[in-house]
């Protein structure tokens, strides 16, 4: 994304590339994409503190994931 000047030429809009826009568009822009930068950060932060937070209480990680190895050794009864 190219951040010119005020736009005075309107061509600019709809040229080739189509990315020149005006400062007040870019500098939003920028701001939404660094706002939503660090929201998904905080998600991930907040995740993060869950899952320690679970594992300092003593459940082991397998739980979590759904995946226990036990299941996979405990025999299938045998039809009578």
Not at 1 to 7: D, T
Not at 62 to 69: A, Q
Request: positive net charge.
């Amino acid at each position: 994304m190219v951040c010119s000047g005020e736009m005075s030429d309107t061509r600019k809009w709809g040229g080739s590339a189509g990315h020149d826009l005006p400062r007040g568009q870019c500098a939003s822009i920028q701001t939404l994409a660094q706002a939503y930068a660090n929201f998904y950060g905080a998600v991930a932060d907040y995740n993060r503190a869950q899952f320690r937070l679970y594992r300092a209480l003593g459940h082991p990680a397998h739980v979590i994931s759904g995946y226990d190895s036990a299941c996979l050794l405990t025999p299938i009864p045998r039809g009578r």
